[in-house]
């Protein structure tokens, strides 16, 4: 269901661009792609000419589903079951692509191993880009879009670590459920800074260049995802 999901209008036409524009051109570059589930954007990689793409997941089925892709239509892409705050022996990536990972980090310290193990696994020089729950959603615009199939809404008291429930129906199958945390903006600024990043920021969510916006225009205000950048600078 989650897999079915990624079809999805808003996610096809806002999610994708906003990640693969932070992205950029990939073409003989080497990705690792962080909670990389069914490996949907990883085949998208590949397709788009990086020459080394490996993808982690902690969930054995989503990892399971990714290689029966990959076995139906090889594009050379590895994967394997990990933790994606605890990946070791995968290093010297150009990028490191995390589409929704931080937000499942309940509280910094957890936040912080999850950075740091993107900082490992970059060559020095290299960015992390990402799609992530946005952090900087005001309370009161947590809500249900019945146009775009999709509800959430946060745990009140807003603090450290509440709970952030998305309910998303698919184009087919049944809902899918799961929960992100929220983690202050000035949290993460803080943690990705501690770890040895540069340049952290959260990016506007967006459609492609030259798309009509119109269509996602209740969407994009306040909009529920954002992106995120960072560098692991050359000097470290």
């Keep these: 269901e989650y897999a079915a999901s990624k079809l999805l209008p808003w996610r096809v036409q806002v999610e994708q661009p906003t990640l ?13 792609d962080l909670a990389c589930g069914d490996g949907i954007y990883a085949r998208t ?15 054995a089925g989503m990892i399971e589903l990714a290689r029966k892709h990959e076995a139906a239509r090889p594009r050379g ?6 933790d994606a705050a605890e990946v070791r022996g995968l290093e010297g990536f150009d990028i490191v692509m995390a589409a929704y990972l931080f937000n499942y980090a309940q509280d910094r310290a957890q936040l912080r191993r999850m950075a740091e193990s993107a900082f490992r696994s970059l060559k020095p020089g290299g960015r992390l880009c990402g799609v992530n ?29 509440s709970a952030i429930t998305w309910a998303i129906q698919p184009l087919t199958g049944e809902p899918c459920m799961f929960d992100n945390f929220w983690i202050a ?3 993460y600024r803080e943690v990705f800074e501690q770890v040895g990043f ?11 260049p030259g798309a009509d916006p119109t269509p996602f225009s209740d969407f994009l205000d306040d ?14």
């Excluded at 946005?134 to 670590?161: D, H, M, V, W």
């Excluded at 909009?223 to 470290?236: E, H, L, N, Q």
């Design 20 to 32: 693969f524009g932070l992205i950029g051109d990939v073409r003989g570059r080497s990705v690792l």
């Design 45 to 59: 990689l590949a397709d788009r000419g990086a020459s080394r793409v490996h993808g982690v997941d902690l969930s």
């Design 77 to 82: 892409i590895t994967y394997s079951v990990c």
């Design 133 to 161: 729950d946005n952090p900087r959603t005001a309370p009161e615009r947590y809500r249900y879009y019945p146009e775009f199939s999709f509800l959430r809404y946060i745990e009140k008291p807003q603090r450290e670590g």
């Design 185 to 187: 903006p000035e949290t």
């Design 198 to 208: 540069t340049e952290f920021r959260f990016v506007d969510a967006h459609v492609a």
């Design 223 to 236: 909009c529920p995802i954002c992106g995120i950048s960072a560098v692991r600078p050359t000097d470290r």
